[in-house]
T-cell receptor
Framework: GAVVSQHPSWVICKSGTSVKIECRSL??????MFWYRQFPKQSLMLMAT?????????EQGVEKDKFLINHASLTLSTLTVTSAHPEDSSFYIC????????????FGSGTRLTVV | QQQVKQSPQSLIVQKGGISIINCAYE??????FPWYQQFPGKGPALLIA?????SEKKEGRFTISFNKSAKQFSLHIMDSQPGDSATYFC????????????FGTGTRLQVTL
């Protein structure tokens, strides 16, 4: 089946620093990747959609300068939280898909970010 | 128009019972309806998905019932087990997997002994 690897699984950083989260499709080429944010006991909130080789499309209300997304290859997308603040603490999840593909949307295992 | 409404918010079922979670959508352009299971601290995992050309799909203990005219779909978990205790999300997308998923609000299922 399709596997998406997300790294790191958890990270603690100091306020004002930047953190990079990686999302890799291990056994398929993901033309499209999605980044979500999830608060405790809430649903997934889509932050942005990224297509390989093009700029990410951000959802309304998501600061593109704060959440930098790069999808440089068909197997790797990164989310960088810049100048992190405690309110950025959350669970971040990536998802990858191949339009019309057999396995639909495959999700990573998520990254717990804590900003102190 | 992009919303997917999910109910109930939480559900307690005895072991061996049937768990039923319902979702309703508004956008008739949706054509892919997956259900995801999520354990604490993990990403969602696909359970089962359906397209609007069928009214029911069964995989093991999991069944999706789909009512196109009512714009509703539901997940039935037969013979519920304690290991099924998790949060379940319905979702919908347009054009299969080519576009973003719209998620329901989630249902926390607890299966008791």
């Amino acid at each position: 089946g399709a596997v998406v690897s997300q790294h790191p699984s958890w990270v603690i950083c100091k306020s004002g620093t930047s953190v990079k989260i990686e999302c890799r499709s291990l056994d398929f080429q993901a033309t499209t990747m999605f980044w979500y944010r999830q608060f405790p006991k809430q649903s997934l909130m889509l932050m942005a959609t990224s297509n390989e080789g093009s700029k990410a499309t951000y959802e309304q209300g998501v600061e593109k300068d704060k959440f930098l997304i790069n999808h440089a290859s068909l197997t790797l997308s990164t989310l960088t939280v810049t100048s992190a603040h405690p309110e950025d603490s959350s669970f971040y999840i990536c998802s990858a898909t191949v339009p019309g593909g057999r396995y639909g949307y495959t999700f990573g295992s998520g990254t717990r970010l804590t900003v102190v | 128009q992009q919303q997917v409404k999910q109910s109930p918010q939480s559900l307690i079922v005895q072991k061996g019972g049937i768990s039923i979670i319902n979702c309703a959508y508004e956008n008739t352009a949706f054509d892919y309806f997956p259900w995801y299971q999520q354990f604490p601290g993990k990403g969602p995992a696909l359970l089962i998905a359906i397209r609007p050309d069928v009214s029911e799909k069964k995989e093991g203990r999991f069944t999706i019932s789909f009512n196109k005219s009512a714009k509703q779909f539901s997940l039935h978990i037969m013979d519920s087990q304690p290991g099924d205790s998790a949060t379940y999300f319905c979702a919908a997308s347009i054009a299969g997997t080519a576009s973003k998923l719209t998620f329901g609000t989630g249902t926390r299922l607890q299966v008791t002994l």
